[in-house]
C-alpha cells in the first residue's frame, strides 16, 4: 500500500495523456503539453488533407504543415482543429481576415446592424 506522499510523489512526476474518442477509430481530442501535433494524430490530419487547405492552392503534404484552424492557446490539439497549410498560406493566414479556407464556422460579421 502507498502512502498518500508516494502517491503524490508518483503523480507530480508523471506525464499523463487525456485521449478523447468518438467511436474506435475517430480521435477528438489529445491533452498535450506541446502545442504541435506529432504523431497519429499529425499522420491522419495529412492523409485526410492531402494538400495545402487555402484555395486554390494544392502543394503537396510533404510541403505543408500542420497548423491551427482556432489559433492556439484558444483552440484544442484535435483533428478537427488541424488543417495542411504549405509554408506560404501559414505565414499569411494572420495578415487579412478571410485569406485561408475555415473549416469552422466562418468569422462573426463586423455590422453592429
Do not use: W
Not at 492552392?57 to 483533428?79: A, K, L
Request: aromatic share 4%; net charge negative.
Amino acid at each position: 500500500m502507498l502512502s498518500p506522499g508516494a502517491v503524490a510523489r508518483v503523480v507530480l512526476d508523471s506525464d499523463i495523456l487525456k485521449v478523447v474518442f468518438d467511436g474506435p477509430d475517430t480521435v477528438l481530442s489529445i491533452s498535450r503539453k506541446t502545442r504541435f501535433f506529432s504523431g497519429l494524430l499529425r499522420e491522419a490530419i495529412e492523409l485526410r488533407d492531402r494538400e495545402c487547405q487555402a484555395p486554390p492552392c494544392d502543394s503537396p503534404t510533404r510541403e505543408c504543415d500542420v497548423d491551427h484552424v482556432v489559433p492556439y492557446p484558444e483552440g484544442d490539439i484535435s483533428e478537427a482543429n488541424g488543417e495542411l497549410l504549405c509554408g506560404c498560406h501559414n505565414r499569411k493566414k494572420g495578415r487579412r481576415r478571410g485569406e485561408r479556407a475555415r473549416r469552422g464556422p466562418p468569422p462573426p460579421d463586423d455590422d453592429d446592424g
